[in-house]
């Protein structure tokens, strides 16, 4: 029997977090340790000579191999680890055990604060991808200026991991673990705690910038890295929606090493060394990433001509605890200049959740989730978090990812360096 929302168990984010059980500590360090094997992954220190938690780890983020070097990154020392409820979604009980911190993505949720600060008096690491998603081209996605006041609160040393590769053996559209080599991963200590005291929040924040900038289409074309896979581009079109020749949106498809366009016919073939090549004419972008950012430029343009609107039906699920994804049905989404709408049906009672632009400067998404085998984007509140999975074909979740970050930096101000936008008075 279905129960009220009000009766939904949610996720406890005020218990205190658990320091990692000290069984499981030398395990998850074999087991990370020997999948990095699998991946001729290389790690290189800078800076750690001494080096004692407390501390700050910063990861680029890229896929869920990504722990694994993670697990490598810290030891011998114990962390707890900031993870979104879904992440606990089947792991619930051992990743409580493993020191796991549960966050709803994309909240302002300043208990996580007195998560971190008790983190901080165990004398552990506190780890954290300020991505807060995975990388949807294999390049750096935003990094707030929050991270920065962070660690100015906390004034304790930061160190980054830098990791090369990842998206090429597991690429988001794709998901699927291609066992390839991976570059070498730098750990560094970037700022030590005095230089944090000396530090201001946007020198901070460039410094993690720049540390944990990536391409890895670049590193992979550089080192010649050969992925000769027959199906290496399958699910490429999923971030690289609209077709540059015909400029249609969401007709490209995507099979064996090639991505089309349903509409204008032409195509381009993903080449071993991850370079697009068009079979016929001109190739627009050789290079995917700048494929995805010229989608980017043409979201950017629709926002600033007011012009940017999505309507699209939903089917949403509801996850108010990490144990069990609840169905609510179809409702509808807007997605527009003012932020983000839902509204929908449960039993006889109607609901709507609202999210404005100013509380998200970026969205996570997901491709094909396991739950519907569907794409869906992901809206959370402090108490729940929503799956919702447009039906429109004239939706893309990509594309959506993109507009609320657009529209952030339109009407609220630029993530990358704190500043206002240009179009609103201060």
């Not at 200026?145 to 990791?163: C, D, F, R, S, Y």
């Not at 200590?189 to 391409?215: H, P």
């Not at 015909?246 to 090493?257: D, M, N, Q």
């Not at 979740?397 to 609103?424: D, F, R, W």
Request: overall charge neutral; some cysteine.
């Amino acid at each position: 029997m279905s129960k009220h929302p009000q009766e939904w168990k949610r996720f406890d984010m005020h218990a205190p977090p658990r320091r990692q059980n000290l069984v499981l500590w030398p395990v998850t360090w074999l087991v990370a340790r020997a999948y990095c094997w699998l991946h001729r992954e290389k790690f290189k220190k800078e800076r750690m000579e001494g080096l004692k938690p407390p501390y700050l780890l910063l990861l680029n983020h890229n896929c869920f191999y990504d722990y694994a070097s993670m697990t490598v990154a810290h030891m011998p020392h114990r962390p707890n680890y900031i993870i979104s409820v879904d992440g606990f979604h089947g792991f619930t009980t051992i990743l409580k055990l493993l020191g796991g911190i549960g966050k709803r993505k994309f909240t302002n949720d300043i208990y996580l604060i007195r998560q971190m600060m008790r983190v901080k008096q165990h004398g552990d690491v506190i780890v954290l991808f300020p991505e807060a998603r995975y990388s949807l081209i294999g390049t750096r996605a935003l990094i707030p200026e929050a991270v920065g006041k962070l660690v100015k609160l906390l004034k304790i040393p930061v160190v980054t991991v830098h990791m090369q590769g990842h998206h090429q053996t597991m690429p988001f559209w794709s998901q699927k673990d291609r066992f390839l080599p991976v570059g070498e991963t730098l750990i560094r200590q970037l700022f030590t705690a005095e230089e944090v005291k000396a530090l201001s929040v946007s020198e901070i924040n460039q410094g993690i910038r720049e540390a944990l900038e990536y391409d890895d289409f670049a590193w992979q074309q550089k080192n010649k890295v050969k992925i000769d896979l027959p199906t290496r581009a399958e699910g490429i079109h999923q971030v690289l929606y609209q077709c540059p020749h015909c400029l249609t949106e969401y007709s490209t498809r995507s099979k064996g090493a090639l991505i089309y366009c349903e509409h204008c016919k032409k195509e381009w073939e993903l080449t071993e060394y991850g370079e697009l090549r068009a079979l016929e004419g001109e190739t627009e972008f050789s290079h995917p990433p700048h494929w995805y950012e010229w989608q980017r430029d043409n979201v950017r343009r629709e926002v600033e001509e007011g012009t940017y609107l999505l309507e699209t039906p939903v089917l949403i699920d509801a996850l108010p605890d990490s144990r069990k994804f609840i169905p609510l049905g179809e409702g509808k989404l807007i997605h527009s200049k003012d932020g983000f709408h839902m509204s929908w049906s449960y039993l006889g009672e109607d609901y709507t959740l609202e999210k404005k632009v100013s509380e998200m400067y970026s969205c996570h998404i997901e491709i094909d989730f396991h739950v519907r085998k569907m794409s869906c984007i992901d809206l959370s509140t402090l108490e729940d978090t929503y799956f919702v999975y447009p039906l429109s074909e004239a939706s893309n979740v990509t594309k959506i990812a993109l507009a609320t970050e657009e529209l952030y930096k339109y009407y609220v101000g630029n993530v990358e360096t704190g500043e206002k936008s240009p179009h609103i008075s201060t």
